[in-house]
């Protein structure tokens, strides 16, 4: 797989974290899911951030996603600052800017593979005809070219988390963030998928996994840990791999 | 998305619950079929009434002998004799605008025969401007002419069946045949055209000319036997000139009533039937009925338009997971919107063309059990049709915006 990016983006910060705060009131109660987060990420880091449920780390996952938007604090993507925009313009830069890879797969029952993996193009205005070869192409770089007729019940676990991936990757994100990936894989699917995003990550795509997995983590070549909405933890443990 | 997507797109999600879809949209299915069969009820029947009072004419003022029971009948007998030729005369003279006064007398008839052959007929006296008042279309001969209405000819024209019962194929012009005792010589047939069966409408009856036989007034008033309680004349029609100094039909009328009323000293033994007005009054019926089977149909469409509702937010709940996807992966609020819409507006349609397709077959089927006329117009199906699909937008609006409003991260997460 080769690069996608320009190489002068390299250089460049992909998404910039500063002090963000994620506060949920529920009635009068007020629980503080994120507490003041810091954190770079940079183009073709392949990140895994740990911490167990109740940790926050979903919550931040969901505000690098442009899922949810932060109570305080500031969040760049691309150098452009999301804390304040639009919803038609979140909504662009999830369907432009990001994958995303769910725990449950997330694919339509009633679509096959191929419209599966096409359904971000829907909104991104790619004509009709471009978007089957678009997701034919996808669907084959996660292997499951002879899959692609085929709707989810007639799928395996791994074969549908790979579609999913096939989505995730169709409008060729800058970020692909993959919650909890493997969480409903067994062992041996499990491997096969993270293999699939290790060469994902290699083909210069920028990798996020949530997981509380070590196993899952090991890929990774940064890990962070977050604790009660704080980050304990943020090492480099493969410095080389790092873009 | 565009909108041809997003319509193929509810279309495939309605064809996954077929059943549903049927079941969601029989309120609008009711609400259409009742609309279109009302309303094709409701112009049949206008046609027909119109048809009638044009077959009266509009510009004739009918002056019919009044139904009395007995005791009423004694009292009016004795200040008046009735419809008479004198009557005739008299509105010939001082109504203004009058083009002719056509009489007509009806025949006590005890029996009708040739040599052993008997029919049953209504016997009419007429004058000969009754042909210049109606049509008088003719298979064979003449119709009676004013020589005949001054001497008391003992002629008659004969309609299609009589004619047949009485001369089949032998040819009737020139036969004889006998009204109670009095003999009559055929000088004309009727064509066949008539409508086979007689008609009424509000409160005037037309009797099958197929099976009249028509005598010279003057023949029916002096020739035949009267009871002297009756009216010598059923009716009087008044036709109306054209042009400037004639008088409306309501005017006439007025006119006609004081008239008769002095000329039969105040007795209440006749009645005037105004085309015109009948007319005027049955549009107005017409106007009441569809407003009540309107608002009928229109329930039933609110019916159908909250059952959709219901289903759209039971769609909602049920694809919620799908709901948050979409706009993970980059659909905008206003996607969402347009996809639920467009799935509502789907199941209206569906209900729509269901709807009018039950509408015709109900038409149908009430034109052939209760032998009515119904006419299915334009109007009737665009009405319908335009409202069953406005309702089912409407109620899609609001689980539609539901559905946008969804938190994706909310929604996604839901189980």
Known sequence: MSSRRPEIARSELLAECCQLERVYSQGALEVTALGGVDLSIQHGEYLAIMGTSGSGKSTLMNILGCLDRPTRGEYLLTGRHVEGMEDDELSSLRGRTIGFVFQTFNLLPRLDAVDNAALPLIYAGVPVKERRARALEVLEQVGLADRSSHRPNELSGGQRQRVAIARALINRPELLLADEPTGNLDSKTSEEVMELLDELHRGGTTVVIVTHEEEIARHCARRLVMRDGHVVSDDVVRPGSLG | ?415
């Open chain 2, 1 to 415: 998305m565009s909108l041809r997507e997003a319509l193929i797109a509810a279309l495939s999600s309605l064809a996954d619950h077929t059943l549903r879809a049927i079941l969601t949209t029989l309120g609008v299915i009711f609400g259409v079929a009742a609309v279109i069969s009302m309303l094709s009820i409701g112009a049949g029947a206008e046609q027909e009434a119109l048809e009638l009072i044009r077959q009266l004419g509009v510009r004739n003022v009918i002056v019919q002998t009044k139904e009395l029971g007995d005791r009423e009948l004694a009292e009016a007998r004795r200040r008046s004799p009735g419809l008479t030729m004198r009557d005739r005369q008299a509105i010939l003279d001082a109504v203004p605008g009058v083009e002719l006064v056509a009489p007509r007398a009806k025949v006590r008839t005890w029996r009708v025969a040739s040599g052993r052959r008997t029919v049953d007929a209504n016997v009419f006296g007429l004058s000969d401007e009754q042909a210049q008042l109606v049509e008088m279309s003719l298979s064979e001969g003449r119709f009676l002419d004013r020589l005949d209405v001054e001497s008391h000819a003992q002629v008659g024209v004969l309609g299609s069946e009589i004619a047949d019962e009485l001369f089949g194929d032998a040819g009737a012009l020139g036969e004889l045949l006998k009204i109670n005792d009095v003999w009559i010589e055929v000088v004309g047939v009727l064509a066949g055209a008539g409508e086979g069966e007689g008609a009424a409408v509000q409160g005037v009856s037309f009797e099958s000319p197929t099976r009249s036989i028509l005598v010279p007034v003057s023949t029916a008033l002096r020739k035949f036997d009267q009871r002297p309680s009756d009216s010598p004349l059923s009716e009087l029609v008044v036709r109306l000139g054209e042009g400037e100094g004639v008088p409306s039909s309501q005017a006439a009328a007025r006119l006609l009533q004081s008239l008769l009323d002095q000329l039969h000293s105040g007795a209440d033994d006749f009645e005037l039937v105004v085309p015109d007005a009948l007319l005027e009054q049955s549009r107005q019926t017409q106007r009441l009925f569809n407003l009540v089977m309107g608002f009928i149909a229109g329930i039933s469409l609110v019916v159908g338009g909250i059952g959709i509702m219901n289903i759209m937010l039971a769609t909602v709940l049920e694809r919620t997971r799908e709901i948050g996807l979409r706009r993970a992966v980059g659909a905008r609020k206003r996607d969402i919107v347009i996809q639920f819409l467009t799935e509502s507006f789907a199941i209206s349609a569906l209900g729509a063309l269901l709807g009018v397709v039950l509408g015709v077959v109900l038409s149908r089927l009430i034109s052939a059990a209760a032998d009515w006329p119904t006419i299915i117009t334009a109007f009737a199906v665009l009405t319908s049709v335009g409202v069953a699909l406005t309702v089912g937008v409407i109620a899609g609006l609001y689980p539609a915006l539901r559905a946008a409003d969804l938190d994706p991260v909310d929604a996604l997460r839901y189980e």
